[in-house]
């Protein structure tokens, strides 16, 4: 399996058309920022064709809700996405258009013992 990370900004709108998406269909796994492949930006650049596409993992999905996350989980909804985030309650209260299929609360991390209560302690002095 290759690896290509974030190709698609480092190719013009020239040669993607020329090119035919030929890098995309080469490789197994493309990692790329929304932002780098939303079709919120189309006027900059296409958006990667959905038939290249067999799933999309999206880290940070609590962003869903911002225009170029939602044009891409929009542009791509007949493709599989998964979304995941470690904060899927947004302060505004926006809701991702997903269902939440597992949830480790705090309490829980807590009680496995993965987090634990933080030590604070003050520095005193003078940074000069």
């Not at 939303?38 to 869903?64: G, N, R, T, W």
């Not at 904060?87 to 496995?112: C, G, N, V, W």
Request: charged share 25%; with cysteine; aromatic share 14%.
């Amino acid at each position: 399996m290759t690896f290509q990370k974030s190709m698609y900004t480092k190719l013009s709108t020239f040669n993607r058309r020329t090119f035919g998406w030929i890098l995309f269909k080469k490789n197994d796994v493309i990692v790329a920022h929304p932002n780098s492949i939303s079709p919120y930006y189309k006027k900059v650049s296409p958006p990667l064709p959905a038939d290249l596409i067999d799933a999309i993992f999206m880290d940070e999905a609590h962003h869903e809700p911002a225009p170029t996350w939602k044009a891409l989980n929009s542009y791509y909804r007949n493709v599989k996405r998964i979304f995941l985030t470690a904060t899927p309650f947004r302060r505004d209260r926006k809701a991702m258009e997903a269902k939440l299929i597992y949830h480790y609360s705090l309490k829980q991390a807590f009680d496995d013992g993965i987090l634990r209560p933080i030590d604070f302690f003050r520095c005193s002095g003078r940074i000069r």
